[in-house]
């Protein structure tokens, strides 16, 4: 099945800082998608990409779908203590009727005061 | 973000007994997933369900496991005899266009 790379694996930051983490893979998707996911709860819906070469932000957020359809990046600016949890990326591609998503592995961030 | 509902929040039960996850779905929303998270690893993709049938299982979803929306409205999962190994969270997960909105788990332990 195809398979995520997601990177880095975990990030310890300061506050205030930028965070910039990576998923590639050796397939192409027609959309990536960014979900956050807290501790005992489901994932959330960051961004949505769904053009090669796209860029998009959602408040501190920045995402970007790489022109090779096969990677893509999230940025977040100004890190503050409750961005922390697990950032997902998530690739699909449509398949008939379903549109299942392959997730990466996870980048735990931890945000230090 | 819509919301999507599931009970419980928190499944006990013995190896080898059957088990039933439910999720409350959108009524407007057409595709419903089912998800797998063990602890501290990934989000697997189990099921996607379109127009009251599978349309795509993963290898995971063996004859051990069953979905479906018995009344039109709660959408389920079960699983026939539970293994250690299927211990894990579960999440259902609802589609509008390409979005993929997802409730806050079941996790099912299995002793």
């Known amino acids: 099945g195809q398979q995520l790379n997601q990177s880095p694996q975990s990030m310890f930051i300061q506050e205030g800082e930028d965070v910039s983490m990576n998923c590639t893979s050796s397939s192409i998707f027609n959309t990536w998608l960014w979900y956050k996911q807290d501790p005992g709860e489901g994932p959330v819906l960051l961004i949505a990409?769904?053009?090669?070469?796209e860029l998009t932000s959602n408040g501190r957020l920045t995402a970007q779908f790489g022109i090779t359809r096969k990677d893509s990046f999230l940025n977040i600016s100004a890190s503050i203590p409750s961005d922390v949890g697990i950032y997902f990326c998530?690739?699909?591609?449509?398949?008939?009727?379903?549109?299942?998503?392959?997730f990466g592995s996870g980048t735990q961030l931890t945000v230090l005061p | 973000e819509p919301e999507v509902t599931q009970t419980p929040s928190h499944q006990v039960t013995q190896m080898g007994q059957e088990v039933i996850l439910r999720c409350v779905p959108i009524?407007?929303?057409?595709?419903f997933y089912w998800y797998r998270q063990i602890l501290g690893q990934k989000v697997e993709f189990l099921v996607s369900f379109y127009n009251n049938e599978i349309s795509e299982k993963s290898e995971i979803f063996d004859d051990q496991f069953s979905v479906e929306r018995p009344d039109g409205s709660n959408f389920t999962l079960k699983i026939r005899s539970t293994k250690l190994e299927d211990s894990a969270m579960y999440f259902c997960?609802?589609?509008?266009?390409?979005?993929?909105?997802f409730g806050a788990g079941t996790r099912l332990s299995v002793l």
């Open positions: 998530a690739g699909q591609v449509p398949s008939g009727s379903a549109r299942q998503l392959t």
């Open positions: 009524s407007n929303h057409l595709y």
């Open positions: 997960a609802h589609a509008d266009a390409n979005i993929q909105y």
């Open positions: 990409l769904y053009k090669a070469g």
